[in-house]
Nanobody, 122 residues
């Protein structure tokens, strides 16, 4: 079992950048596909990005392609989400997730972090 703790959220202006981190505890981090999801107020939790255990495969929702980059450091048991050119519509709580299946839907992830707030002002 792995436990996840996100950090790096904050309040920024449109056009700024943030890097989210998700630190995992446990010995099996490298086995998991890691994903980032986000949930805006009053909306469902949506997929943002995912990275395979070996970092060979990444997926992004269309709205963040070219602006966000997911990466991982298995030696540090950490996954990152570099967010550039932030927009007000990126405002949400961002969640890190781990799953052996790890796809585009929440159901393919088994473990979730507590979330970190990202607020982008216009």
């Amino acid at each position: 079992q792995v436990q996840l703790v996100e950090s790096g959220g904050g309040l920024v202006q449109a056009g700024d950048s943030l890097r989210l981190s998700c630190a995992a505890s446990g010995r099996t981090f490298s086995r998991y596909t890691m994903g980032w999801f986000r949930q805006a107020p009053g909306k469902e939790r949506d997929f943002v990005a995912a990275i395979s255990w070996g970092a060979l495969i990444t997926n992004y929702v269309d709205s963040v392609k070219g602006r966000f980059t997911i990466s991982r450091d298995n030696a540090k048991s950490t996954v990152y989400l570099q967010m550039n050119s932030l927009k007000p519509e990126d405002t949400a709580v961002y969640y890190c997730a781990a799953g052996e299946r790890g796809g585009l839907s929440m159901e393919t992830y088994d473990t979730w972090g507590q979330g970190t707030q990202v607020t982008v002002s216009s």
